[in-house]
C-alpha cells in the first residue's frame, strides 16, 4: 500500500498544511504550515508549551488533528484505521521516556513488531534486530531487560526498536531531555550516524550545537505557530524575529 | 566492577535472643509468659488431636466419643461422604479422578511453559471434557449421574473452576468495554459492574438457580448447576473486571503510545504490550480475588447444591456421629486450607517470577 507507492510517488515526505489542534477550547496548533523533503533533517525547537510535540505527535496520529491536512509520504492522514496503521509503520518514533516494554528482552522489544506488524519470520527479526542493536551499540544488552540498562542505552535500545520497522521517516520527541548529561552525546551521536545516511528526520530537541551540526532547517514554535524557519547558520547569527532572539537567548545564553 | 560487601558484625544466637527478648526484667517476664501460654496451647491441641485422639473406626462411634482427644474415626467412617457427597457410592472412583484431573489441569496450567495458546486451550479443553465424561457418565460404559447427585469436594473444585474460567475472560472484557473512548459504552459497562457488585452473592445464585427458569424458555434454561456456575462467574468478573482495569490504569500511557508508535493494531497492543503489564501490576489483588472466590462456593448451598462444606454437614449430621462436628469441620477447614494456602504460595512465586522484568 502506503510502502509501496511510497517509493515511486514522489512529493515530500511529510506536508502539513493549515494544522490546528485543540485541546477542550485551548488552541494547542494554530494554522502549521510545513514541508519536509526526503532525506531532510529538520530540528523543531521552541520554548515548553509551544506545541511542538503535538505537532510530531499528529504526524503518526497519536494526536487527532482538528483541522487542516497531514500528507505523509504521499498518503493523505485520515480517519481509516488501516491508513494510520499504514502511515505508522513508516513512520518510527522516539519518545522522551523511551517507553521501551519493560516486561520483554532488549531483543524482544526489537523483533515484536516487525514479527506482528511486518510479519517477518522470527529468524529474520533476529537477525535484523541485532545488526540495529550493533548500529547503536549495544549488541551485547540483547538479553537483558530494560530495567537493568542506563537511560542513555535505553534511548539507544529504543531507536533501534523504531530502526528495526524499516521506517522511511524517523520522529524524535525530546530524546535527551530525560538523560542525565553524561548520557546525552552517546544517543546524539546514533542520531548523526543516522542522519548521515540519509534518514528523513524531524527532531523536536532543545540540543542546539545537534542542530546546527545535523539540521537542513531549524523550525522555531511558540504559542502553537511557526514563527522562523531557517537553515541554522542563518538561525543562530542572523536571526531579526524578536521571540527566536530572546529564546536564543536563554538557550544559548549560560 | 566488583563491589566490597562489608557484612557488619553478627551478634551470637544467644546475645541476639537476650537483647531481644530478655533487655529488661519487664521484659524478660513478659517473655516467660507468653512462652508458658504459647507451650500451654501448643500441647492441649497436640493433645487433643493427636495423643489422645482415636484414629480407627473398630471401637464404633461410642468408644470415640468416651476418648478425652478428637475423634478422627468420624473421617475414617465419612470422608467418602465428606468429598463425593451423594455421588452413587460404586461410582465415586469417578468423581476422585475427576478431582485428580482438575487439580492436574490447574497445576499445568500453572507452569509458565504451558501459556501458549494452543497448550492452555489444549489442557483446559481435554480436562474439561474429561471431567464431564467422568462425572455424568452415560458413555462408554459409565453409568449416568445427573448433577443434581454430584457433591462434596468435586463439585467445589467444578464450581470454583468453572467460575474463574467463565469469569476472567469476562472480567477482561469488561475491564476493556469499561475503558471505551466511547461513553455510552463505558457508562453502560460501569453500571452493569456496579450494579452486580452491588448484590449479595446469595441473591445473585438465588435468581439465577430459582428465578430465572421463569423468565427463559425451556431451552435456554440448562441445568440449575450450570446457571449457578453463570451467576457465579458473572459475580466473580464484576470484581475482577475492576481488579483488572486498576492495573491497567498502573501501566503508563506511553506504552500503548510506543506500540501505537509501531503500527501495532489495538488488540495486539492491548493482548501484548498493556495486559501482561497490567496483569503484573494486579496480581495480589486478582490472587485475593481467587481466594475469596475458592470460599464463596459454599454458598451455593443455599440453592441445594452439596459441596465439600454442606457434605460435612451431612457426614456427622445423621444418627452416630452427630458428637464430632468440631473433627468433620477440622477437616475440611484443612482441605480449604491445602487450596488456599498454595493458591497463595504459587502468587507469591508468579510475583517473583515477574520481579525479574523490573529493575
Known amino acids: 500500500m502506503i510502502a509501496g507507492n511510497s517509493t515511486k510517488s514522489g512529493g515530500p515526505a511529510v506536508r502539513l498544511e493549515n494544522l490546528d489542534k485543540y485541546y477542550g477550547t485551548f488552541r494547542a496548533l494554530r494554522n502549521v504550515n510545513l514541508s519536509v523533503e526526503r532525506g531532510e533533517k529538520i530540528v523543531v525547537c521552541g520554548p515548553s508549551g509551544s506545541g511542538k510535540s503535538t505537532m510530531i505527535r499528529c504526524i503518526n496520529r497519536l494526536e487527532q488533528h482538528n483541522g487542516g491536512r497531514i500528507t505523509v509520504l504521499g498518503a493523505e492522514l485520515n480517519d481509516d484505521v488501516g491508513n494510520i496503521d499504514g502511515i505508522r509503520r513508516e513512520v518510527g518514533m522516539v519518545f522522551q521516556h523511551f517507553n521501551l516494554f519493560p516486561h520483554m528482552t532488549v531483543l524482544e522489544n526489537c523483533m515484536l513488531a516487525p514479527m506482528i506488524v511486518r510479519k517477518q519470520p522470527r529468524a529474520e527479526a533476529e537477525v535484523r534486530a541485532r545488526r540495529y542493536l550493533e548500529k547503536v551499540r549495544i549488541p551485547e544488552q540483547a538479553m537483558k531487560f530494560p530495567g537493568q540498562l542506563s537511560g542513555g542505552q535505553q534511548q539507544r535500545v529504543a531507536i533501534a526498536r523504531a530502526l528495526c520497522m524499516q521506517p522511511q521517516i524517523m520522529l524524535f520527541d525530546e530524546p535527551t531531555s530525560a538523560l542525565d548529561p553524561e548520557m546525552i552525546s552517546e544517543v546524539l551521536d546514533v542520531m548523526v550516524t543516522l542522519a548521515s545516511e540519509g534518514m528523513t528526520m524531524i527532531c523536536v530537541t532543545h540540543e542546539m550545537g545537534f542542530a546546527r551540526r545535523v539540521a537542513d532547517r531549524v523550525v522555531f514554535m511558540d504559542a502553537g505557530e511557526i514563527v522562523e524557519e531557517a537553515p541554522p547558520e542563518e538561525f543562530f547569527s542572523a536571526s531579526r524575529n524578536e521571540r527566536t532572539q530572546r529564546f536564543l537567548s536563554q538557550v544559548l545564553g549560560h | ?359
Do not use: H
Not at chain 2, 516467660?32 to 491441641?45: C, D, E, G, Q, R
Not at chain 2, 465424561?133 to 447427585?149: C, D, Q, S, T
Open chain 2, 1 to 359: 566492577m566488583e563491589m566490597v560487601v562489608v557484612a557488619p558484625p553478627a551478634p551470637g544466637r544467644l546475645e541476639d535472643l537476650k537483647r531481644r527478648f530478655f533487655a529488661t526484667p519487664l521484659q524478660a517476664l513478659l517473655s516467660l509468659i507468653s512462652l508458658a501460654i504459647m507451650v500451654f496451647v501448643v500441647w492441649k491441641l497436640l493433645n487433643w488431636a493427636v495423643f489422645s485422639a482415636v484414629f480407627t473406626t473398630s471401637g464404633g462411634p461410642e468408644a470415640c466419643q468416651a476418648a478425652a482427644g478428637a475423634c478422627w474415626s468420624v473421617i475414617a467412617a465419612r470422608w467418602r461422604i465428606i468429598l463425593f457427597g451423594l455421588y452413587p457410592f460404586e461410582e465415586q472412583w469417578r468423581s476422585a479422578l475427576a478431582c485428580v484431573v482438575v487439580v492436574v489441569m490447574t497445576v499445568l496450567s500453572c507452569i509458565p511453559a504451558f501459556w501458549t495458546g494452543r497448550r492452555i486451550a489444549l489442557v483446559w479443553g481435554a480436562g474439561a471434557a474429561l471431567y464431564y465424561v467422568l462425572m455424568k457418565g452415560g458413555v462408554l460404559g459409565l453409568a449416568y449421574v445427573g448433577e443434581e447427585a454430584w457433591g462434596g469436594l468435586a463439585l467445589t473444585l467444578f464450581i470454583f473452576v468453572t467460575t474463574c474460567l467463565i469469569g476472567f475472560p469476562l472480567a477482561i472484557c469488561l475491564a476493556l468495554l469499561r475503558r471505551s473512548e466511547l461513553p455510552w459504552i463505558s457508562r453502560t459497562t460501569g453500571l452493569v459492574i456496579d450494579g452486580v457488585r452491588s448484590l449479595p452473592l446469595i441473591s445473585i445464585l438465588f435468581t439465577f438457580a430459582i428465578v430465572l427458569p421463569f423468565a427463559l424458555p425451556q431451552w435456554l434454561q440448562g441445568d440449575k448447576l450450570y446457571r449457578v456456575i453463570l451467576g457465579s462467574a458473572l459475580f466473580f468478573s464484576a470484581y475482577q473486571a475492576e481488579i483488572v482495569r486498576g492495573g491497567m490504569q498502573g501501566v503508563p500511557a506511553g506504552q500503548e503510545e510506543a506500540a501505537m508508535a509501531l503500527g501495532m493494531s489495538y488488540w495486539q497492543r492491548i493482548g501484548l504490550i498493556v495486559l501482561p503489564q497490567a496483569m503484573r501490576n494486579a496480581l495480589p489483588a486478582t490472587i485475593n480475588q481467587f481466594v475469596i472466590s475458592f470460599k464463596e462456593t459454599s454458598l451455593v448451598v443455599i440453592v441445594g447444591f452439596f459441596e465439600i462444606l454442606a457434605s460435612g454437614n451431612a457426614a456427622y449430621g445423621t444418627g452416630e456421629w452427630r458428637f464430632a462436628y468440631v473433627e468433620v469441620y477440622a477437616f475440611i477447614a484443612f482441605i480449604y486450607f491445602i487450596f488456599v494456602f498454595s493458591l497463595s504460595r504459587y502468587g507469591a512465586f508468579l510475583e517473583r517470577r515477574m520481579a525479574v522484568g523490573e529493575r
